[in-house]
């Protein structure tokens, strides 16, 4: 009997992080044939998690383009995705999250009438404009998808409100944490894999680390406020603030212009993800209006400040490792300064449950997986 194949399709650095620990273990199952397809959406931070795995694509798009708007990019993912399923003839497609890759790949499989495995299902923060667009990408994954892969019960819970068939939902963890916890793994093994902040943590190893993200697209509008509140918290002398740069020219021209040359705010070249995981260790709690970090440092204990009015991970919140503190100068600096000055808020916040997995994320999804493309053979 031929082998069923699973096409794994993904575009960004995220995507790749959180789906090659399931391709890993995907591998591990007799009678499955698994490939790769890059989008390459972000095209360099893409390569960085494809580089440290050892990872080539079976596929590669190649879509990315400088300034290219969102309409366009769609528009080119699903033409090249679509021809991509025509040679392909996979069984079943996995995509991952909710990138514009994600959605374009979901939709071009249906169109097929490829069964759509989704992994980091049931995400929602209840506003289609924050976060824009991923608020509209997952909405549409979860309306064609066949298998969710919920990465904790609140996510179930939604997509269960939404009508989806409970057989087709289940409760895995999120996969960033297997690869979380097996990065640290290596790191510990061979910490020269991130010696490129050797320098970095001794400038700064008398002062507190706070590590800002910034670069989300509401927000953009917002990033002047959000480079006040910075530089009133770069003020202090107790603390240092280490920004890595993102692809987004829009949001680094501005935080660069207000936060150049300040003596205790370090503005870095984009990190590669052993780099990432090591700055978060060294970190004592978080700034950022992105998604994956509100995942990833709750289970390092980093408290976590969101940077935004609306969340799609409000487990944070609710277990009490994040807090929403929006983008006005004055509640941001507040929050932070009251994590700096009260240590007990900060063990509170750090010694919360995460509420995003054990780690085991990938296997369990594996399992699924391999069982439906079993079952479909027979």
Known sequence: ????????????????????PVVTALRAHPGIETRLCATA???ALLDQVLAMGGIRPDIDLDLMRPGQPLGTLAARL????????????????????DTATAMAAALCA????IPVSHVEAGLRSGNLHQPWPEEGNRRIISIVADQHFAPTPKAAETLLGEGVDPSAVHITGNTVVD???????????????????????????????ILVTAHRRE??????????????????RDSALVLPAHPN??????????????????????????????????????????????????????P????????????????????????????????????????HAHAAMAQAHSPFGDGHAAPRIAALVARAMSAALV
Do not use: C, W
């Open 304 to 343: 976590v400040l969101i940077m935004r009015e609306t969340t799609e991970r409000p487990e944070g919140v609710e277990a009490g490792t994040a807090r929403l503190v929006g983008t006005n100068p004055h509640s941001i600096v507040a929050e932070t300064a009251r994590l700096l000055d009260d240590p």
């Open 41 to 43: 959406q972000h095209r």
């Open 78 to 97: 699903a033409l090249e995705l679509d021809k991509v399923l025509e040679r392909e003839q996979p069984d079943r497609v996995m995509v991952q999250g």
């Open 179 to 209: 690869a979380l916890h097996a990065m640290q793994a290596r790191l510990a093994v061979d910490p020269a894999m991130a010696q490129g902040l050797d320098a970095l943590a001794a400038r700064f190893s008398d002062r507190r680390i």
């Open 249 to 302: 020219p829009r949001a680094g021209a501005v935080l660069k212009a207000r936060l150049a040359g300040l003596s205790n705010v370090a503005l870095v070249e984009p990190l590669d993800y052993p780099h990432f995981v090591r700055l978060l260790a060294l970190s004592h709690l978080v700034l950022t209006d992105s998604g994956g970090i509100q995942e990833e440092a709750p289970a390092l204990g980093k």
């Open 1 to 20: 009997m031929a082998a069923a194949k699973l096409l794994a399709i993904f575009g960004t650095r995220p995507e790749a992080i959180k789906l090659l």
């Open 219 to 236: 927000n953009l509008d917002a990033m002047g406020r959000i480079a006040d509140a910075l530089r009133a918290l770069a003020a202090r």
């Open 110 to 113: 249906y169109h097929r009438r």
